[in-house]
Every structure is written in C-alpha cells, then in structure tokens.
Nanobody, 115 residues
Framework: QVQLVESGGGLVQGGGSLRLSCAAS????????MNWYRQAPGKEREWVVG???????YYADSVEGRFTISRDNAKNTVYLQMNSLKAEDTAVYYC?????????WGQGTQVTVSS
C-alpha cells in the first residue's frame, strides 16, 4: 500500500500564508494524479485542489487565486501553498491519491486561521 504523510499545518492570522507538504512512501506522483481535501468540524470532507500526472491543475472556486499546488517528483513530495488565508479555511487538510478504485489518504494536518 501507499503511505502519505502531511505536514506544515499550524496557527496563522487571517491574510497570512502557510505551505503544506505531502510526502509519499514511493515515487507515485510522477505516475498518478493527486488531490488535497479538507474537513472542518461538523462538515463533510470537501475537495480543494487536484493535479494530474501531466501537470494540469484544478481548483475549487473557494480557493482559486489563493492556493497553489506544486510537486517535486525527486523528493516524492507535493506542496500546497496557501495565501490570503481566511477563517473559513480552518480545517484538517488531507492529501489523497486515487489508484484505480482505491483511495489512499494521509493522517491529516490541522490548519487554524484566526480572525
């Protein structure tokens, strides 16, 4: 199985920035696309951004223009640069890789934005 580990979460003031990382146990990001999801207390997990194997990127309307996904295949790591953070961005963020009909998830990293 694929193992994913997120890091980089923390507490930040509104309007600030944060960069999340997702490290994989194998060189999979050059083969498969990946996604970032987030889940706030009492709400369902929602899709935030996706990146295809070929480099195409797709963003939810709520974060487009503020968040940017990137990758370093040599380090087996995907990043999520988060700028102009808002209180409503507060959530646990998860990285995800879908291989066939299987989904692989990290443990999540907490992002808290004060207002």
């Amino acid at each position: 199985q694929v193992q994913l580990v997120e890091s980089g979460g923390g507490l930040v003031q509104g309007g600030g920035s944060l960069r999340l990382s997702c490290a994989a146990s194998a060189n999979i990001f050059s083969i498969y696309g990946m996604n970032w999801y987030r889940q706030a207390p009492g709400k369902e997990r929602e899709w935030v951004v996706g990146s295809s194997r070929t480099g195409s990127t797709y963003y939810a309307d709520s974060v487009e223009g503020r968040f940017t996904i990137s990758r370093d295949n040599a380090k087996n790591t995907v990043y999520l640069q988060m700028n102009s953070l808002k209180a409503e961005d507060t959530a646990v963020y998860y990285c995800n890789v879908r291989i066939g009909n299987l989904n692989y998830w990290g443990q999540g990293t907490q992002v808290t934005v004060s207002s």
